[in-house]
Structure formats: C-alpha cells, structure tokens
C-alpha cells in the first residue's frame, strides 16, 4: 500500500541552522510528494511539491528532491529562523487517487533565537 | 479572496449523538477533501466530492459520511459518536483534481465527545 515515513521530532535548532527533515515513501507506480506546514492553531499550508523524479520544489528558502532510486523527498533549509517554527508534513498523492493525500506522522520543528 | 471557512470552529457533543460540520470551499473551487486529525493516527483521508459526486473514500465506518451542494459547499456527518472521534477535522478545497491543483485547507472544526 501506500505510506510516508517521516523523522520524530521535536527537532530543535538555532537560529540560522540548517534544517533537514527525512521523509521516505512507499508508494505503486508514481505518485506526487507535497511538503505541508501547520502553523499553531492554522489549516495546513503547502510549501512545496514535486510531480516527478528528479524534481526539485522549493519555497521560502525551503527545497525537496523527488528521489525515486531511494523513495525520498527530504526537506531541507540553509538557514532556519524563529518564524520556520512549525509542525512539518510530507505527504504524497498516489496516482489516480484525484486529491487524496496520504501523510506522514508529522515533525515539529522548534527554532531558539 | 475569502479562504476556505469551517464552522462550527469548536464543538462538544456527547456520546452517541450525531454532528454535522460545514465547509465552504474558495469561491470557484469545485473540489473538497475532508481529513480527520488525531494526535494518535494523524492525519487520515476521510472522503473527497467533486461537483456533488463523492471521488473518493477513506477507511473510516460508515457512521462517517458527507455530501456536496451545488454552490460546492460540503458537510460531513458522523452519526452514534464515539469518543474516539474527537479529533480536529479539517476540509481542503481545490479548483480541479490532480497534483497540479493545489489544495487549501481550512482552519478546522475541534471536535470533542464526552
């Protein structure tokens, strides 16, 4: 079937860290992969996505390749600020599936000035 | 442009009895996905409507169910509640179907059953 698997948090970091969030799939055939972002007492937020291997998404500073050879689409940012606090989502659509989204288990990322 | 609204935003209900929860999509938007969001099982895929015709449907029972009006506004109902449904549920509205539309979702319903 299909799943994401995402890294545990809470991930804690400095200001102007580097910020990577590991998120793996399992999926047939080919499906889309979508990075959300929940802010406290928000909706979800798309940040980026990627619809094809090889494809690179990014937002905000905020970048993920679409790597099929190891079922990746890793999130990662050069330099993180106190804004970029959050609950980060990986989440993928399977093809033919129309707008379902299934999502990984979510990772709270928390930044000290 | 007026993002996608849900109401009630809080709910308590108790056991047993049965809720109804509106969505109403960006004007425009033709498409609605409803998410159950649980601090045990995350965020689960209930059902999607496009033009008042159900896609798609999540492993949920059948005491979960939802429909589409013409305006593309969506109500889910979830009927006999069990305590287990307390949950945030959140919509998600998009023009089309498919990867290349993106999905915006609202702020949610919190619902609690005692």
């Known amino acids: 079937g299909n799943s994401v698997t995402q890294m545990e948090g809470p991930v804690t970091l400095s200001e102007e860290a580097f910020l990577t969030i590991n998120c793996t799939y399992t999926?047939?055939?080919?499906?889309?992969l979508f990075w959300y972002v929940q802010y406290p007492g928000e909706g979800l937020q798309l940040l980026l996505k990627?619809?094809?291997?090889?494809d690179k998404g990014s937002n905000k500073g905020f970048e993920a390749t679409y790597r099929k050879e190891t079922t990746s689409f890793h999130l990662e940012k050069g330099s993180v600020q106190v804004s970029d606090s959050a609950v980060y989502f990986c989440?993928?659509?399977?093809?033919?599936?129309?707008?379902?989204?299934?999502f990984g288990a979510g990772t709270r990322l928390a930044v000290h000035p | 442009k007026a993002g996608v609204t849900q109401t009630p935003r809080y709910l308590i209900k108790t056991r047993g009895q049965q809720v109804t929860l509106s969505c109403s999509p960006i004007?425009?938007?033709?498409?609605v996905s409803w998410y159950q969001q649980t601090p045990g099982q995350g965020l689960q895929f209930l059902f999607e409507?496009?033009?008042?015709?159900?896609?798609n449907k999540g492993n949920f029972p059948g005491r979960f169910s939802g429909r589409q009006f013409s305006n593309s506004r969506s109500e889910m109902n979830v009927s006999t509640l069990e305590l287990g449904d307390s949950a945030l549920y959140l919509c998600?509205?998009?023009f089309g179907t498919g990867a290349s539309y993106e999905q915006y979702f609202g702020p949610g319903t919190r619902l609690t059953v005692t």
């Open positions: 998600a509205s998009s």
């Open positions: 990627a619809t094809k291997a090889d």
């Open positions: 999926a047939t055939g080919y499906p889309s």
């Open positions: 989440a993928l659509s399977p093809p033919g599936g129309y707008n379902k989204l299934i």
């Open positions: 004007s425009g938007h033709r498409s």
């Open positions: 409507y496009f033009s008042e015709t159900q896609r």
